[in-house]
């Protein structure tokens, strides 16, 4: 389980990540999470202008989290 001793201590707990960011903590390539993300597997990003997109981080957290306990479930 994540907690906050846990988390990597360079990116948020809150707020918004860019996809560089959510590509350190989660172990796929971006083609991959695009495609988890058509699939409704991964949460969707939020667009913040034109130009940038952006994941909200507790819904980045909450992901891991729940693949975590799935993974631990098998």
């Known amino acids: 389980m994540l907690t906050k001793n846990t988390m990597p201590t360079s ?3 809150t707020g918004y990540m860019r996809q560089p960011a959510v590509l350190s903590i989660v172990p796929v390539s971006a083609s991959t999470l695009w495609r988890l993300i058509r699939q409704n597997k991964f949460p969707k990003p939020t ?5 940038v997109t952006a994941w909200r981080a507790e819904d980045v957290y909450s992901w891991i989290e729940s693949t975590q306990k799935l993974n631990a479930a098998v």
Do not use: I
């Open 47 to 51: 667009k913040l202008s034109s130009r």
């Open 11 to 13: 990116l948020p707990l």
